[in-house]
């Protein structure tokens, strides 16, 4: 039986709004990519892009309303078992009594810790991103992934991917050489983290020999 992850992706409210990254995770449990079975996909909104990425899947979705609380997240779990949690786009924060029990895992389009937190989420970050490019503060951006903790974009970042930002990008061409990025890894890094190949112990992150991806000094 396959290992069961349950992807968390709030898109938007229009029928073609986001859940690209949730697409990309289930059509590359049809490739080999990722050995998983994609048990649910959730959204904060009922009738957006994620719902419509779902229903031409033939992926189960559930809408999440607010409140954004441990019982709603915990209804879910209880339902689905999942063997791990992917936020991909998800825009709430997790509580931290649902924390510990199964690995979460975040990818987020930027630098961290200086391009996350509250809010940093999508163009938010490409825009800053691109503004202290231009202060001359940074020269690349990056595709992150992290573990999830109670703190937004605070947990321990297991993966790394910098991107050299262009004299002529804009916080739209920026953004989608990110995202080309994203799709790219994504599904191959959540196989390494499904299957325990990436990993905490102990507050300790293992992670394969050999493994080229952990923030590093430029």
């Excluded at 879910?76 to 009594?97: A, Q, T």
């Excluded at 703190?151 to 993966?159: A, R, S």
């Excluded at 990110?178 to 990993?199: C, D, M, P």
Aim: proline share 5%.
């Amino acid at each position: 039986m396959k290992r069961k992850i349950v992807v968390f992706a709030s898109g938007g409210p229009g029928a073609d709004d986001g859940g690209s990254g949730f697409q990309e995770l289930e059509e590359n449990t049809h490739t080999g990519i990722l050995n998983a079975e994609v048990a649910v996909v959730v959204s904060n909104h009922e009738h957006g892009g994620v719902r419509t990425k779902a229903d031409k899947l033939g992926i189960p979705f559930v809408y999440m309303p607010a409140p954004y609380d441990a019982e709603t997240y915990q209804r879910v779990i209880d339902e689905y078992h999942p063997d791990l949690i992917c936020l991909s786009g998800w825009l709430k924060l997790i509580p931290k009594e649902c924390i510990g029990n199964i690995p979460i895992m975040n990818i987020h389009p930027g630098l961290l810790p200086k391009f996350g937190g509250h809010k940093m989420y999508g163009h938010h970050v490409h825009e800053a991103t691109i503004a202290a490019y231009k202060r001359g503060e940074i020269t690349y951006t990056a595709v992150t992934m992290h573990f999830v903790n109670a703190e937004y974009d605070k947990g321990k970042i297991f993966f790394e991917y910098r991107i050299l930002i262009r004299d002529d990008d804009t916080a739209e061409t920026l953004q989608k050489r990110v995202n080309k990025i994203e799709h790219a890894w994504q599904s191959y890094i959540t196989n390494l983290v499904l299957h325990g190949h990436i990993r905490m112990e102990n507050d300790t992150l293992i992670v394969p020999e050999g493994y080229q991806f952990l923030p590093q000094a430029a």
